[in-house]
């Protein structure tokens, strides 16, 4: 894997195209119609209605905070990077931090190679921060000429931890994060650093891209392509109102800042979203610059890649928990890193309050709608099939063109409908997340790209997914089948075409989940090729 070349770097500064909001808006509000005609026709249906009131919500939300016109522009970018001289005519020092924990060895060389081809005139410092202390990550790192630091309490507070220790050894001025698959062009920090001349700059954040090739597995090219949308289009509108969010790697930090609150968050996931908090409430901002300057590789199994996505609903969801007046039996105390948050998201304009709502509500509507998307199918086809019609079904359409025809063209990943499936998956991991958040269950966080361990949580999520998706595909067809044989395909023809859509997208799904679950395939986690590193 390689870097973002030169025709890549600027493709998020393209045509912003904010009207695709409103396409998704209109395709929902179809649906919407069509689902509130099928929940009002008998009482039992009503829980419909109350996920529905929730997908209401958490679209309103994302529209009113999606639709700002980004604050970076090309020409803005340009002149910014290109006329910046260094305060005093010094190049400030920097700090670049590159955790480990048990990735492969082929992962980190890539990686070391792209950082060690850095470009920066001032002091530049790299540290390999090894929390598994493995000694041939010692000699690769002492080959790039890297500092090699393990910290004398491994594995307290995670990443976090790592992180925290690492810059109470460095000093520089700004510190780069980048995690252990992701490569750097050598211009990155020419293209980021003008940014922090204004003293409330706290943190820059760079785009989170990754590799999405034809040769990848379904899993890793669809993980790939669905981060796209919030990195093109989410977040410059929320960057707009202030509202943008750190997603750790590929930043640039500003030390003074970070110790000002008392260093990276001290917390065992999410350290970045907090951090980010932490410094808003001090009252630093955090920028976000569209510019692509970075590639990661997104987990090539199901679980690493639930893993990954489970960690990210519970880091959002602390939100929640820190949020005044929503205090549970199952959060009867908030720890120190919980308040400060609270304090953090009691303050601000009211349309950053609502980004980070929407925020929030998105994991709560994708973990809801993940079982909405087949239940009142399966209702009809099994209750009601005298009442189905094909013209029930039209409003689907609109949103089925949308992901097949509408983002592959705009995307600049490979974008295919098969995107829904991975996006299926992730809704199981936050349907589980948000369960045990509110019994009270956390999981303990496990490095996406660690090789030969064992994954509970993975386990967990797939039990979850292949019950749904086998028992809705059985239902689904055995219903069908019947009610063809019963009323005619002319009645039944465009539940037939949106049941083929279905089990294009589910059935892969299925055959992953079962997998994990066999006991062949329960040690097996997130690991890449070398040819795909090398690619």
Not at 27 to 40: E, P, W
Not at 150 to 169: E, Q
Not at 309 to 322: E, F, I, K, N, S
């Amino acid at each position: 894997m390689s870097a973002p070349d030169d025709d890549e770097v600027y493709e998020y500064l393209g045509p912003q195209m904010r009207w695709i909001q409103l396409v998704l808006t209109a395709a929902f509000v179809l649906v919407a119609v069509s689902l509130v005609a099928f929940a009002t026709t008998h009482p039992w249906l009503t829980p419909v209605l109350v996920i529905l009131v929730a997908n209401v919500i958490g679209n309103t939300f994302s529209l009113l905070t999606g639709m700002n016109k980004r604050r970076v522009t090309w020409s803005s970018h340009q002149e910014r990077v290109t006329s910046w001289n260094p305060p005093d005519g010094r190049y400030p020092s920097v700090d670049v931090f590159l955790p480990t924990c048990g990735e492969s060895l082929e992962i980190l060389r890539n990686t070391y190679e792209h950082v060690v081809a850095m470009n920066w005139p001032g002091k530049l410092f790299v540290y390999v921060l090894d929390d598994a202390a493995r000694e041939e990550v010692h000699d690769l790192a002492a080959s790039f000429g890297f500092d090699y630091a393990v910290r004398p309490d491994r594995g307290h507070l995670r990443k976090a931890g790592n992180l925290r220790h690492a810059s109470r050894i460095s000093h520089g001025e700004f510190i780069v994060i980048f995690d252990a698959d992701f490569c750097p062009r050598p211009d990155f920090l020419g293209h980021l650093v003008p940014y922090l001349d204004d003293p409330q700059v706290a943190i820059v954040q760079s785009p989170q891209c990754f590799a999405t090739t034809e040769s990848m597995n379904w899993i890793q090219r669809t993980a790939g392509a669905t981060q796209e949308f919030f990195y093109r289009w989410v977040l410059p509108s929320r960057d707009r109102i202030g509202a943008a969010n750190c997603v750790g790697t590929s930043a640039i930090y500003r030390r003074s800042a970070i110790d000002r609150v008392g260093g990276f968050a001290a917390i065992e996931h999410s350290e970045d979203l907090h951090t980010g908090r932490h410094l808003q409430q001090a009252g630093y901002t955090i920028r976000y610059v569209p510019v692509v300057l970075s590639r990661g590789l997104c987990p090539s199994d199901l679980a690493g890649f639930l893993n990954q996505q489970y960690r990210w609903c519970q880091g959002t969801l602390t939100r929640v928990r820190a949020l005044p007046g929503l205090q549970t039996p199952h959060f009867p105390s908030l720890p120190e890193e919980a308040r400060s948050l609270r304090r953090a998201v009691s303050k601000g304009t009211f349309r950053q309050r609502i980004a980070r709502w929407a925020g929030v509500l998105y994991y709560i509507t994708t973990a809801m709608n993940v079982f909405l998307l087949f239940l009142p199918g399966v209702i009809m086809a099994v209750f009601y099939p005298e009442d189905v019609r094909p013209a029930q079904l039209v409003p689907f359409l609109l949103g089925l063109w949308v992901y097949v025809v509408l983002f592959p063209l705009v995307s600049r990943t490979r974008w295919r409908f098969e995107v829904l499936r991975i996006q299926m998956a992730y809704s199981y991991a936050h349907a589980v997340a948000i369960w045990h958040k509110i019994v009270g269950r956390e999981i303990g966080w496990v490095p996406t790209g660690v090789i030969g361990q064992s994954n509970s949580l993975a386990r967990s999520i797939s039990w979850l997914g292949a019950t749904v998706l086998g028992a809705s595909l059985v239902a689904f067809w055995v219903s069908i089948v019947w009610d063809v044989m019963e009323y005619g395909l002319a009645q039944f023809w465009m539940m037939v075409g949106l049941m083929l859509a279905y089990t294009y997208l589910a059935l892969p799904l299925f055959v992953e989940f079962v997998k994990i679950l066999l006991p062949r395939r329960c040690s097996r986690v997130a690991e890449v090729e070398p040819e795909e590193i090398a690619a």
